[in-house]
């Protein structure tokens, strides 16, 4: 029997975050959960391309544009079920049994976020992102997203833009999504660059706007030019 789920992961220079994300999922191999690795990347110029192929990964060529990148690694994942990461996102030890009980349903399933930081605001901001998920039924995408291959098909799957593709298809997916019983890491740079009430801010200033029927180009162009 084939083991169910290709991990699908979008790159774009991530030589210093996707060998802990690799690693994060060698439990999924030992126990016979992970039958491909997919890495989408977007024109990645350091050695983000070496270590991918050096994992044995299915490398997907692409301009960069994360919905775009994640569309064309669904199309070449095999799995039943599709286990989307960031390059900057690992899975917390025993991630495995949690996600072996969760493909036994039809659900899509997203893990409890945990920053990579001590800082009180990474608790703070964290708490918020996975309160928002279960309320509101809007995960992230660095809170991974672990879903049946054929319930992507149905509600259209990614859709080719630069920003809020996590959004977009969360807002499809929703009455199918539920939390996944493990943590899920992922990098604070941004916020400890920033300001974690700052940086939290403007995501949630982000995401009104895009409800507000702002275009992910136009978005992307205002945070480019607030940077």
């Known amino acids: 029997m084939r083991a169910p789920i290709s991990v699908v992961i979008p790159t774009l220079n991530a030589g210093k975050t996707l060998p802990d ?3 994060s999922l ?11 690795l997919i890495i989408s990347d977007g024109g990645s ?8 192929e050096a994992a ?3 490398v997907v060529h692409g301009e960069a544009s994360r919905g775009g ?10 799995g039943k079920w599709l286990l989307i990461l960031h390059a900057d996102s690992w899975l917390g030890a025993g991630w495995t049994e949690a996600a072996a009980s969760h493909i036994q349903g039809t659900k899509a399933g997203y893990f409890r976020l945990r920053f990579r930081s001590a800082a009180a605001g990474a608790h703070v901001v964290a708490g918020w992102a996975n ?15 672990l879903l049946p291959r054929t319930v992507y098909h149905q509600v259209g799957g990614f859709s080719d833009q630069p920003l809020m593709e996590d959004v977009a298809l969360s807002r499809s ?5 539920v939390p996944i019983a493990a ?18 801010a403007k995501n949630l200033t982000t995401l009104a706007l895009y409800y507000a029927g702002v275009t992910p180009e136009r978005l992307v162009a205002r945070y480019e030019r607030r940077r």
């Open 69 to 78: 990148q994640l569309q064309r690694g669904c199309a070449a994942a095999e």
């Open 26 to 36: 060698a439990e999924g191999l030992t126990c016979g959960l992970i039958r491909d």
């Open 56 to 58: 044995g990964a299915q």
């Open 183 to 200: 943590e899920i890491r992922t990098g604070a740079e941004r916020y400890e660059r920033e300001g974690w009430m700052r940086r939290g």
């Open 45 to 52: 110029t350091d050695e983000t391309l070496e270590i991918a």
């Open 131 to 145: 309160l928002r998920a279960r309320v509101f039924g809007i995960p992230y995408g660095d809170q991974g997203l």
């Open 173 to 177: 997916l929703r009455g199918h999504l």
């Open 21 to 23: 994300c690799l690693a």
